[in-house]
């Protein structure tokens, strides 16, 4: 049963069909508890310090968006640049881990998280730029000012 990781908004497991994989409520072990119970095919195994969810990198929506975010700084067209930070984007379904904000894993990893979609975001409006789509750029500028705040880091 090969299933996807959601962690780019509320958490889901969703199978291959996009069907959501009930796991339960948002504790760690609610979600192992559960997992533990799914068809013997399920990529659940035990190991000496815990268990281990044994799925391709690629199943994980966080390593998408990374991997399509380094593909884009990689990229010279500012056209393959837009397509790529569009799909990476597209994978955002709300506030990363919205439901599990409350356990101490969580902030740190969507703070990170966070701040790489903020950095998503400005390289593709400056590639749209390049592209002389200066209209909708400021368009969006001013909606992220709005929904700001910008991190310091960015020397803002």
Do not use: K, N
Request: hydrophobic share 45%; charged share 25%.
């Amino acid at each position: 049963m090969p299933v996807r990781i959601c962690l780019l908004g509320p958490v889901a497991v969703v199978d291959d069909d996009g069907r959501p994989v009930d796991v339960g409520g948002p504790r760690a072990r609610a979600l192992l508890a559960r997992l533990r119970r799914t068809p013997p095919e399920a990529p659940l195994r035990a190991q000496a310090h815990g268990y281990l969810l044994d799925v391709p990198a690629g199943a994980v929506d966080v390593h998408r968006f990374e991997t399509l975010v380094a593909r884009a700084r990689r990229e010279h067209g500012p056209e393959r640049v837009v397509a790529l930070l569009r799909e990476a984007e597209a994978l955002w379904r709300g506030p990363v881990l919205a439901d599990l904000r409350t356990l101490a894993f969580a902030g740190p990893l969507a703070t990170r998280w966070s701040d790489l979609r903020l950095t998503a975001a400005e390289l593709r409006l400056a590639a749209e730029l390049d592209l002389g789509q200066a209209g909708a750029v400021l368009v969006e500028l001013e909606e992220l000012v709005a929904d700001g705040p910008l991190t310091p880091a960015d020397g803002r």
